[in-house]
């Protein structure tokens, strides 16, 4: 059974950073991209960030670009997103993407068919 499990997520002020993990366990990532999607209340799930299966390549959403950074360690079959600068708009559940369709930073989140169950990140102002 494949499992993604995010951790990291919780409540800080605006301009505070927080680290966002999500550990993948039932198969290895290492050869897919991942990714992070959020869903804000009473809005659709958006693309975030994601990152090839070689870490050399990253993708981010305007919104984040320059706050948020997308990083994986395929030993530890692990993706990270180290969030700085986060503004009360980041308000969101974040959900970590795993996709064994493509092994590329893709925004496209029917690409992504293994997914976790989120972790709630709340900026307040």
């Known amino acids: 059974q494949v499992q993604l499990v995010e951790s990291g997520g919780g409540l800080v002020q605006a301009g505070g950073s927080l680290r966002l993990s999500c550990a993948a366990s039932?198969?290895?990532?290492?050869?897919?991209?991942m990714g992070w999607f959020r869903q804000a209340p009473g809005k659709e799930r958006e693309f975030v960030a994601a990152?090839?299966?070689?870490?050399?390549?990253?993708n981010y959403a305007d919104s984040v670009k320059g706050r948020f950074t997308i990083s994986r360690d395929n030993a530890k079959n692990t993706v990270y997103l180290q969030m700085n600068s986060l503004k009360p708009e980041d308000t969101a559940v974040y959900y970590c993407?795993?996709?064994?369709?493509?092994?590329?930073?893709?925004?496209?989140?029917?690409?992504?068919?293994?997914w976790g169950q989120g972790t709630q990140v709340t900026v307040s102002s």
């Open positions: 039932g198969r290895t990532f290492s050869s897919n991209g």
């Open positions: 993407a795993g996709s064994s369709l493509t092994r590329w930073a893709t925004s496209t989140s029917d690409l992504y068919d293994y």
């Open positions: 990152i090839s299966w070689n870490p050399s390549s990253t």
